[in-house]
């Protein structure tokens, strides 16, 4: 059986999870939705078999918080978050079902973690589940004691005795000069960091402890390997997981994984799903004109981002799904998807498949605008440069270089003057000297200097003609 063959064989298994039949025994325990929140308006939840949790479908992900001056945390860095705003965004969310917070010492700055804190310890501890990671990236903390106090800093900053779900942040990523394999060796092995936050585990300061996967896969096998054996127990696990990766990661990044592994690898094992990345950082929230197009004509009702919403939400293996959400708007949307979760059936899963086909066929730029390719030490601004690019991508407006064609003047003009208002002159493609600084700190491991150029020839083209 050939790839695609079994891609679509797969598809079919998927499309029946989809409404709702289970798939396999090991997972039964993960409910698609319990019976008192059928009726209209009530938040889907599923069951962690592990605990026993009831968590929230949708998951608020800390990291695009509001800052004062407007805007997130990652767009103006230097703002203070807007702690009035969060408060009162984290108190709609548990109003309206949501009680899984995720967060890291690593998002806004650095100063996500205190901010989630403040906001949930307003309210009493059982009605929220809090999600951290141990983001020791830098090699600097790689040693058992900085680790050690990264772990009990996240304590401090989220105003709590212990951390529901635990996370290995990145499990994949390369750091340091080093490979996949070397890096996690040394962020949790080597260290014996991995064993000492088991022990932790077993003093109940962790309730779950799992990994959040970016990179070589390999690295993904290994610890599922381990699970196996029984040398460590994953109680969840953090995946990236749209329609567009759940056949075109690999496509997309020879180094990424295609969802539908990852998913399968853990579903089969029984390992509930925490899904990142449902949006694909916003791509899929406003895909081309004629995406958008496509997706109305089937359902003039809902919106873009509500179907990649309902794709991520719907394998039963699925304990939660990330969004990002800055503002009440965004949050409001997503409650309403979830409030409860239609499932996709077969025909929306097989809809959304060939929407994946159109969208990968447009060649934009699989950035997440992570910003953990910055600073760049020749200050350009590459998410910005990414952001515009695959937005005129999306929005149809990328010029043509054919000077024959009727609007080519027109559109040559548009896109040259909206490139410089995006990202100023000095922070442009065309300054990339290609020092590969960015690329090793790339979760989506995208060969940064090539696109650079990629685009820098593109513009250079459009100027010349």
Same mark, same amino acid.
């Given at each position: @059986?050939?790839?695609?063959?079994? %891609?679509?064989?797969?598809? !079919?298994?998927?499309?029946?999870?989809?409404? !709702?039949?289970?798939?396999?025994?090991?997972?039964?325990?993960?409910? #698609?939705?319990?019976?008192? *929140?059928?009726?209209?308006?009530?938040?889907?939840?599923?069951?962690?078999?592990?605990?026993? =949790?009831?968590?929230?479908?949708?998951?608020?992900?800390?990291?695009?918080?509001?800052?004062? /001056?407007?805007?997130?945390?990652?767009?103006?860095?230097?703002?203070?978050?807007?702690?009035?705003?969060?408060?009162?965004?984290? =108190?709609?969310?548990?109003?309206?079902?949501?009680?899984?917070?995720d967060t890291s010492p690593a998002y806004c700055q650095g100063l996500s973690e205190r901010s989630t804190?403040? !906001?949930?310890?307003?309210?009493?501890?059982?009605?929220?589940?809090?999600?951290?990671?141990? #983001?020791?990236?830098?090699?600097?903390?790689?040693?058992?004691?900085?680790?050690? *106090? @990264?772990?009990?800093?996240s304590l401090v900053e989220l105003q709590?005795?212990?951390?529901?779900?635990? %996370?290995?942040?990145?499990?994949? @990523?390369?750091?340091?000069?080093?490979?996949?394999?070397?890096?996690?060796?040394?962020?949790?092995? /080597?260290?014996?960091? %991995? *064993?000492? %936050?088991?022990?932790?585990?077993?003093?109940?300061?962790?309730?779950?402890?799992?990994?959040?996967?970016?990179? *070589?896969?390999?690295?993904?096998?290994?610890?599922?390997?381990?699970? =196996?054996?029984?040398?460590?127990?994953?109680?969840?696990?953090?995946?990236?997981?749209?329609y567009l990766d759940w056949n075109y990661a690999n496509e997309i990044n020879s180094r990424n994984t295609d969802a539908v592994y990852l998913y399968e690898e853990l579903n089969k094992r029984g390992i509930p799903s925490v899904i990142m990345e449902p949006l694909l950082g916003g791509r899929l929230a406003s895909p081309s004109a004629a995406v958008v197009a496509k997706l109305k004509q089937r359902d003039p009702h809902s919106t873009a981002a509500r179907w990649a919403f309902r794709f991520a939400g719907t394998p039963e293996g699925v304990l939660s799904v990330l969004s990002g959400m800055t503002y009440i708007d965004h949050l409001k949307e997503n409650i309403q998807t979830y409030s409860p979760l239609k499932p996709l059936s077969h025909d929306e899963h097989q809809f959304l498949m060939d929407i994946a086909n159109d969208i990968y066929a447009l060649n934009a730029v699989p950035c997440t605008a992570c910003i953990y390719c910055m600073p760049c030490p020749y200050g350009l601004n590459i998410p910005a440069i990414f952001s515009f690019y695959n937005k005129c991508i999306s929005q149809d407006v990328l010029p043509s270089t054919d000077k024959n064609d009727k609007n080519f003047s027109k559109n040559r003009r548009n896109f040259l003057i909206s490139y410089d208002r995006a990202v100023p002159k000095l922070r442009q493609a065309s300054h990339c000297i290609g020092c590969n600084h960015c690329a090793p700190h790339c979760p989506q491991h995208i060969d940064i200097p090539k696109q650079m150029q990629r685009i820098d020839q593109f513009v250079e083209i459009i100027k010349q003609a």
């Open positions: @059986m050939d790839r695609r063959e079994f %891609l679509k064989v797969f598809g !079919a298994a998927v499309a029946t999870t989809a409404v !709702a039949t289970s798939c396999n025994n090991k997972n039964n325990a993960i409910l #698609s939705q319990e019976n008192e *929140d059928e009726q209209q308006g009530a938040m889907t939840y599923r069951v962690n078999p592990n605990t026993g =949790d009831r968590v929230s479908l949708l998951g608020y992900g800390m990291m695009r918080l509001p800052v004062v /001056d407007g805007g997130t945390a990652r767009e103006n860095p230097d703002s203070p978050i807007d702690q009035d705003m969060v408060n009162q965004e984290v =108190d709609y969310a548990l109003e309206h079902g949501v009680n899984y917070f804190g403040i !906001a949930l310890a307003r309210h009493p501890r059982n009605k929220y589940y809090i999600a951290t990671k141990l #983001s020791n990236f830098d090699p600097s903390t790689w040693e058992r004691k900085e680790s050690q *106090d @990264m772990f009990e800093n709590t005795d212990y951390i529901d779900y635990l %996370l290995l942040h990145g499990a994949g @990523m390369s750091r340091g000069g080093k490979n996949a394999i070397e890096t996690f060796n040394g962020r949790y092995m /080597d260290n014996g960091i %991995l *064993d000492w %936050l088991v022990e932790q585990k077993k003093k109940g300061r962790i309730r779950n402890l799992g990994f959040s996967y970016h990179g *070589d896969v390999k690295v993904f096998d290994q610890l599922l390997q381990w699970h =196996d054996e029984g040398k460590y127990h994953w109680d969840f696990v953090q995946i990236e997981l749209n």
